[in-house]
């Protein structure tokens, strides 16, 4: 599993772009047609009415900038969303991701079909909802606008609003350069993620929503948190998950990250496949850390920053197991032990110590219990500057 980024194709052109805006717009009514006839099917029901309006009208939500080229509207995304999962079910995933994550993805896309599908229209139903729109001020610089989804719809020609050309001829004569779905804190609100915000209201529209469905819709996003494979990242995202609750969130993740398509037209599946080692390394963790107690003769303040810095390691670890990482640390953590004939001629040539002190020192190292030796520090505090070089050199080796 390589975590080498591919070679970087060229972005999209102007020209190859307003191409693509030609074509989302010569597909969009079969495709609104299509995508409106599954979410009748998925949410069926007077009750859902509210639901079902507000998943066709986000439908229309706008995808400008550098992540969504996919289409000019977010139809085309949630339809890319569907065949991914589609092909996930099938088993057509890259070699690039590890074989038992592909094997989750397809028993989860296989067994939760529907389940799944009904989070493809739900994961983004926020977005309308956190619109931030960047444009640049008179002295160049980003500005950032919060804007309502009626604010949007009254900015927005009339033409404009369902036409992919006509909103993309719009959105660049009005210096627009990237629409986001975030709404950061200020002064008199909270921010507001898209994620979390679309959890919530597909609570309030929709009153049986499978638990893993919220969750995976609160954390869809979760891959763009690993820049580089973190176990304790992993840990802080997915560790109050149930094993179900893991399996969805990942399959969503990756069948949305599928779809996003960047600046070249192509989806950077980077941050994923950073996930995925994440996910693995900290499952490693998990395993050896329940045979940690069951370990002797370690030195528990090496153990706890060996395990502190695996956690934080930005790189899959190279055992292939929980039991080959346990001989690493045992190897790495194992108590000091020192000959205390050498360590004796050592302390012969230490002024700074008197007889009885030397005697003391290689008692200490000398007894059957490991841990006396750890008193050495506390005792001689002093006197330690003394001690430390003919202690180092004493150790025994092996």
């Not at 772009?17 to 079969?30: F, I, M, N, T, V």
């Not at 989860?108 to 389940?115: K, L, N, P, R, Y």
């Not at 309030?204 to 995976?216: I, K, W």
Request: proline share 5%.
């Amino acid at each position: 599993m390589s975590l080498e980024k591919p070679l970087q194709k060229p972005p999209l052109t102007d020209s190859q772009l307003d191409q693509r805006a030609q074509e989302e717009l010569a597909s969009r009514a079969e495709r609104i047609e299509r995508l409106s006839a599954k979410v009748d099917q998925l949410f069926p029901g007077e009750k859902a009415e509210p639901l079902r309006e507000k998943i066709k009208a986000s439908f229309n939500v706008p995808q400008w900038g550098d992540f969504h080229n996919e289409g000019v509207f977010m139809d085309t995304h949630l339809d890319l969303i569907l065949q991914n999962l589609n092909q996930v079910r099938a088993g057509e995933m890259p070699e690039t991701l590890p074989a038992d994550v592909r094997t989750i993805m397809q028993e989860t896309a296989s067994s939760q079909e529907a389940v799944l599908e009904k989070y493809v229209f739900l994961h983004d139903i926020a977005k309308m909802d956190t619109l931030l729109v960047k444009t640049k001020n008179a002295d160049g610089k980003a500005v950032n606008t919060k804007v309502s989804w009626d604010e949007w719809q009254s900015r927005v020609p009339v033409e404009a609003q369902t036409d992919p050309v006509a909103m993309r001829a719009w959105l660049i004569a009005s210096g627009i350069e990237g629409v986001s779905y975030y709404h950061p804190s200020d002064k008199t609100n909270e921010g507001k993620m898209h994620g979390a915000a679309g959890a919530e209201e597909a609570r309030r529209l929709e009153a049986e929503v499978d638990p893993s469905v919220l969750a995976a819709i609160e954390n869809h996003e979760v891959a763009y948190q690993f820049a580089k494979p973190k176990a304790e990242t992993y840990r802080k995202y997915f560790s109050a998950m149930s094993e179900e609750e893991k399996a969805m969130a990942l399959t969503a993740s990756y069948i949305d990250t599928l779809a996003s398509l960047g600046k070249t037209g192509e989806p950077n599946l980077s941050n994923f496949i950073a996930l995925t080692v994440s996910k693995r390394n900290d499952e490693l963790l998990v395993a050896v850390e329940a045979e940690l107690p069951t370990l002797k003769d370690l030195d528990l303040k090496k153990v706890e920053k060996k395990i502190a810095d695996l956690k934080k390691a930005d790189s899959a670890f190279p055992e292939k197991n929980a039991a080959q990482l346990i001989e690493c640390i045992m190897k790495e953590c194992k108590k000091t032990s020192y000959d205390p004939v050498v360590l004796a001629a050592m302390l012969k040539e230490v002024k700074e110590l008197t007889e009885d002190e030397k005697t003391q020192i290689i008692a200490l190292v000398s007894s059957k219990n490991p841990e006396d030796t750890e008193k050495i520090g506390s005792m001689f505090k002093d006197k330690m500057r003394y001690i430390s070089r003919p202690l180092k050199a004493s150790e025994k080796k092996g």
